[in-house]
């Protein structure tokens, strides 16, 4: 059984930082891409930021140049660094494995969420 748990969410003000962490724990040989999607309330889920085994990233437009995407493959571990943070990242930030190989299947996970709040 594969889990993937998300860490470091909460409440800051606006223009300051969160460094949220997820780590997919279980029987895992190898995790394709891992990424960062976020959903607030009234919206449909949106990816902020994605990273593949080689290192390869990917931005959402709104968050490009304040949000940093990392991964540590010996971990299974995927961060984000949010920076420069405005009212309108508040939502419920979700980790997401894909195409992840453990006891012969291959298959996408999703952490159960975690909220960031920026106040104004």
């Known amino acids: 059984q594969v889990q993937l748990v998300e860490s470091g969410g909460g409440l800051v003000q606006a223009g300051g930082s969160l460094r949220l962490s997820c780590v997919a724990s279980?029987?895992?040989?190898?995790?394709?891409?891992m990424g960062w999607y976020r959903q607030a309330p009234g919206n449909q889920r949106e990816l902020v930021a994605s990273?593949?085994?080689?290192?390869?990233?990917n931005y959402a437009g709104s968050v490009k140049g304040r949000f940093t995407i990392s991964r540590d493959n010996a971990k299974n571990t995927v961060y984000l660094q949010m920076n420069s943070l405005k009212p309108e990242d508040t939502a419920v930030y979700y980790c997401?494995?894909?195409?992840?190989?453990?006891?012969?299947?291959?298959?996408?996970?999703w952490g159960q969420g975690t909220q960031v709040t920026v106040s104004s």
């Open positions: 990273i593949t085994s080689g290192g390869s990233t």
């Open positions: 279980g029987s895992i040989f190898s995790i394709n891409a």
């Open positions: 997401k494995a894909d195409g992840v190989y453990t006891r012969g299947l291959i298959r996408d996970y």
